[in-house]
Structures are given as C-alpha cells and as structure tokens.
C-alpha cells in the first residue's frame, strides 16, 4: 500500500496558488498544470485519464478560441465563442474522468470513499481536482476517525 500523501506531494500545488496564477496568466497555467499533473495522476491513480493529445486540443481551444474573439467580424466572434466553449466542455470532461480515478484510487488502495461534489467538478473542474488531491490525507483521516479506525499521522 503507498503512502496518501504521495499523489499531493508530487503534484505540490496549492489550490490558491493556482487560482491566482490563473488571474496572473490569463488561464494559460490551468493548462500548464494540466500537461503536467494529469501523467502524475495517472502514474499514481494506475488509471489512465487522458492521453497528451487530448490536453493539446483543450490548448487549441483555448488559443484560437482567444484568438477568434478579438476579431469585429461576427463569423470570427461566433468561431470563438464555440471553441472558448468547446475547451469548457473538454475541462470538464477531464474533470469527471480524473473524479473517477481518484474516487477508485481512494478505494482500491485505501479502503475508504472519496465523496466528490459533482456540482464542484463540474464549475470548479481543476481547481477542485487540485483541492481535492491536496485533500486526500485529511479525507482519510475523518474516515478513519469516522469508523473508529486506529488514526495514523498521513502527512
């Protein structure tokens, strides 16, 4: 069995942090940290979320997206706004298949439920992945705590 906090300690992104360099990047970072954690969470999890190609469409989206929208003509505004909504819906998308691997991890190699707010993953997306990973050890401390369970230091 590996430790709870590995999943949090290699990803090592506070949820704030990454908000606020949302704001500071202009939402380039939430893709930037996308590339990057969904192979981490995949290593760990041992289920594959997605796959590279699927991050680099949500960052065409995005780019074009933005693109398209800084034209006046109406056919580039109408183009823009379908992509900008295409990499909502692909976010979200990665959001409910990285909720499932967690939940499963959580179960499969600790025994214990991961309650996810499906309302949150689907508003919040990554930055609510991020919380809940970052969440990870205190869940299964008030699991433990819960079901009378000998409780363990998980930091």
Not at 30 to 45: A, F, G, K
Not at 98 to 108: E, G, I, P, V, W
Request: hydrophobic residues 45%; proline residues 1%; contains cysteine.
């Amino acid at each position: 069995m590996s430790n709870i906090s590995t999943l949090k300690n290699n990803i090592n992104t506070k949820t704030l942090n990454l908000f606020l360099l949302s704001i500071a990047t202009m939402g380039i970072y939430p893709l930037l940290w996308l590339y990057r954690s969904n192979l981490t969470i995949s290593d760990i999890t041992k289920s594959k979320i997605t796959g590279d190609t699927y991050i680099i469409w949500i960052a065409v989206c995005v780019g074009l997206g933005g693109f398209f929208s800084r034209h006046n003509q109406s056919l580039f505004l109408v183009l823009g706004a379908i992509l900008s909504i295409s990499s909502t819906v692909l976010y979200i998308v990665w959001a409910f298949k990285a909720k499932k691997a967690l939940q499963k991890y959580a179960l499969n190699e600790f025994r214990f439920e991961l309650k996810m707010n499906i309302f949150y993953t689907f508003f919040f997306n990554v930055y609510y992945i991020n919380y809940c990973v970052n969440d990870l050890p205190e869940a299964l401390n008030k699991q433990q705590i819960l079901t009378g369970q000998a409780t363990e230091q998980v930091n």
